[in-house]
């Protein structure tokens, strides 16, 4: 009996040892992880419509006080000169969360549907394929709108889809950007913006903790993007990894708290 006893013991003693180690292997591996450091930006790489890739035309990114900073102060007129922020590797199954707010005055240079407009691209190209004249990256793009203070809907986390297309209630979606169900954000305060991006499968977007949309199958294909180079446009590949970019298009935004956790190992196939 003793004997017994001492097994069964011994058998609850190792398969509490296995939960927990377990446990700690997955906690290990899903972990959230800084993408700026809060000093300098080291670790992105700007591409500027006009620009040769690296070019960080107008200083118009800027690491202060722990924050990416987006300012035209250094511009003269906008031209057209929109940019992205890249973050110096690919991902693919990962939670993606930051903040944001609009703050100053739009540079009133630039198009009108930039006023209070930025965003977050995903599942993008490299930015080095991209030519001088290249005006947006093929991409997803993760839609960020300010309300206009007017008393009218403005919805954030948005989708758009500069080069790409989505699958949204089981067929593609025939436009270039579709709204979300989130609230309106009015004046210079901080939202907070957060993405689950699962490969080629599922995408959700959630805005201040409430899912606000969710589709699936990113894939190239449509317009709006131009003077790329052709071997860039496999129109139908499903997009299953891609670079993720900060947007630049007129309104002088601040981003903080830029998190990722990799989800690889969970939800890539075997």
Known sequence: MIQY????ALSLLLTGIL??????KKETKEKWVSLFNGKDLNDWVAKMHHH?????????????ENMIKVRYDQYGDF?????HLYYKKPFSFYHLKLEYRFVGEWFKTAPSYTLRNSGVMFHSQNPYTMPKEQDWP?????????????????STGNMCSPGTEIVYNGKIY???CLNSTSKTYDGEQWVSAELIVLGDSIVKHIIN????????KPQIGGGVVNRFDPKMKQDGKLLNSGFIALQSEGQPVDFRNIQIMDLTHRYKKK
């Open 5 to 8: 006893r001492f097994s069964i």
């Open 19 to 24: 939960v927990l180690n377990s446990a700690h």
């Open 52 to 64: 040769e890739t690296g070019v960080n035309f107008g200083n118009a990114f800027r690491a202060e």
């Open 79 to 83: 031209k057209e000169q929109f940019g």
């Open 138 to 154: 093929i991409s997803v793009e993760f839609q960020f709108l300010g309300g206009l203070s007017d008393g009218k809907q403005r």
């Open 174 to 176: 025939d436009g270039h």
């Open 209 to 216: 903790g409430d899912t606000v949309l969710q589709y699936s």
